[in-house]
Nanobody
Framework: VQLQASGGGLAQAGGSLRLSCAAS????????MGWFRQALGKEREFVAT????????YYADSVKGRSTISRDNAKNTVYLEMNNLKPEDTAVYYC??????????????WGQGTQVTVSS
């Protein structure tokens, strides 16, 4: 499966962004999906994951309550809506497909990343 992330950009603190990740291939609905982020000079970190049905989600503490991961299997797309953005949310955001979980090694396919920059 090939993944294409989009929707990043510049936002002010307290604002919102909605990231999208479009997948190619007919097997999208069989994958659990995740969002990760990597700030400059830091390791890639888990943000959120959603199972293949969309009924189960899990979030990192840093975004819990401010973010919503969702998916539309008919559109082969997974979303990450982020609200009340903080400067520390600034990072490149990656979507990924795999067995799911909070570790990058649990995902086999990765998108190219979309930059999110939050100004204070």
């Amino acid at each position: 499966v090939q993944l294409q992330a989009s929707g990043g950009g510049l936002a002010q603190a307290g604002g919102s962004l909605r990231l999208s990740c479009a997948a190619s291939g007919r097997t999208f609905s069989s994958y659990n999906m995740g969002w990760f982020r990597q700030a400059l000079g830091k390791e890639r970190e888990f943000v959120a994951t959603i199972n293949w049905t969309g009924r189960s989600t899990y979030y990192a503490d840093s975004v819990k309550g401010r973010s919503t991961i969702s998916r539309d299997n008919a559109k082969n797309t997974v979303y990450l809506e982020m609200n009340n953005l903080k400067p520390e949310d600034t990072a490149v955001y990656y979507c990924a497909a795999g067995v799911g979980g909070t570790y990058p090694r649990q995902y086999d396919y990765w998108g190219q990343g979309t930059q999110v920059t939050v100004s204070s």
